[in-house]
C-alpha cells in the first residue's frame, strides 16, 4: 500500500484525550514544574527506587511525563540518569519544553510527542507513573516498554486481583468537555507479574508510600496504587 494511504499518528485526539482538556491539572503540572508545588509522594518515592539502582550515565524514558517534572525528583536526590520524556499529549510537551528545559538544562529534543504503545527506542531504565490506569488497557503499552527497557521497568498503577475496566464521566474537565469520559482501570496485579516474568524480568512489589497499599479514592473511584520494580534477568 502507498505510504500516502497510511496516517500513523503519535499523538493522542483532543476529541477524547482528557489530559489536553483540563486546565485544573494542566496548571498544576505547571506549578510542578516551576516547583511552586508539593513534591508528589509517588515521584519522591520513584525517585529513590531508581537511586538504588542506575549507574552514572543510564538513560531514562519517562513514559507518560506529564509536565516531566520528576526530573526534579531525581535531581533533588542526584540520580545520574540522562532523562527524556515522552507524552501523547501535546500540551503537555510544549509545557515540559517550556517550563523544564531552560530550568533543567535540556535540549528540547529531550521530550516527545508520542505513544508508549509505539516505542521505538530503548532506554536503560523506563518509568510509568499513574499512566496505564487511564487508558483503555495496559497490554500493548506495557509490552512495548518491556521490549524496550535494557535493565529495568518501574511501574505504579491500579493494581487488584481481577480486571475492572470503569469509563466514567470526570466532573473536573474543562466546561464544555464533560461528555469526554476517562479510564479508572484496575488491572490484575498477577497477570502483569505474570508477563514481565515470561518476558525476562524478575518482578518486586515496592510498598507503595502514599496510599500504604490501601485505597485511594480518586475523582470519588477506589483506585489501589501498586509499585512494582521489573529487573531484566535474561
Ligand atoms: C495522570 S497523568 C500522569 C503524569 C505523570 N506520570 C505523573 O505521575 O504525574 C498521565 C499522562 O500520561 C499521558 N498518557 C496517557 N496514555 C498515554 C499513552 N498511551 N502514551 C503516551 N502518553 C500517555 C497523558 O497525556 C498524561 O500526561
Known amino acids: 500500500?502507498?505510504?500516502?494511504?497510511?496516517?500513523?499518528?503519535?499523538?493522542?485526539?483532543?476529541?477524547w484525550n482528557p489530559w489536553c482538556n483540563d486546565r485544573?491539572?494542566?496548571?498544576?503540572?505547571?506549578?510542578?514544574?516551576?516547583?511552586e508545588?508539593?513534591?508528589?509522594?509517588?515521584a519522591g518515592q520513584a525517585a529513590e527506587i531508581l537511586a538504588e539502582r542506575v549507574g552514572p550515565g543510564e538513560?531514562?524514558?519517562?513514559?507518560?511525563?506529564?509536565?516531566?517534572?520528576?526530573?526534579?525528583a531525581l535531581r533533588r536526590r542526584g540520580v545520574p540518569v540522562e532523562y527524556h520524556g515522552l507524552d501523547f499529549t501535546p500540551e503537555m510537551i510544549a509545557l515540559a519544553r517550556e517550563e523544564m528545559c531552560p530550568r533543567a538544562g535540556l535540549?528540547?529534543?529531550?521530550?516527545?510527542?508520542?505513544?508508549?504503545?509505539?516505542?521505538?527506542q530503548d532506554y536503560d531504565n523506563i518509568l510509568c507513573f499513574n499512566v496505564l490506569t487511564n487508558c483503555p488497557h495496559y497490554g500493548l503499552a506495557l509490552e512495548a516498554m518491556l521490549a524496550?527497557?535494557?535493565?529495568?521497568?518501574?511501574?505504579?498503577e491500579s493494581l487488584g486481583d481481577d480486571l475492572v475496566i470503569r469509563y466514567t464521566p470526570?466532573?473536573?474537565?474543562?466546561?464544555?468537555?464533560?461528555?469526554?469520559?476517562?479510564?479508572?482501570?484496575?488491572y490484575p496485579l498477577a497477570e502483569i507479574v505474570s508477563l514481565m516474568e515470561e518476558r525476562g524480568f524478575q518482578v518486586t512489589q515496592?510498598?507503595?508510600?502514599?496510599?500504604?497499599?490501601?485505597?485511594?479514592m480518586v475523582v470519588d473511584l477506589p483506585h489501589y496504587w501498586r509499585i512494582l520494580v521489573a529487573e531484566r534477568s535474561i
Open 1 to 15: 500500500m502507498p505510504s500516502s494511504e497510511v496516517t500513523h499518528t503519535s499523538a493522542a485526539n483532543p476529541l
Open 24 to 35: 485544573g491539572t494542566f496548571e498544576l503540572y505547571r506549578r510542578r514544574c516551576r516547583e
Open 37 to 42: 508545588a508539593e513534591e508528589m509522594t509517588c
Open 59 to 72: 538513560t531514562l524514558l519517562d513514559a507518560g511525563c506529564g509536565g516531566g517534572y520528576y526530573l526534579h
Open 107 to 120: 535540549a528540547r529534543e529531550r521530550f516527545t510527542v508520542g505513544t508508549i504503545e509505539g516505542l521505538d
Open 148 to 156: 524496550h527497557a535494557r535493565r529495568r521497568v518501574v511501574l505504579r
Open 170 to 186: 470526570d466532573p473536573y474537565l474543562d466546561e464544555g468537555k464533560r461528555h469526554i469520559r476517562v479510564y479508572h482501570n484496575i
Open 206 to 216: 515496592v510498598p507503595d508510600r502514599r496510599s500504604g497499599d490501601g485505597v485511594e
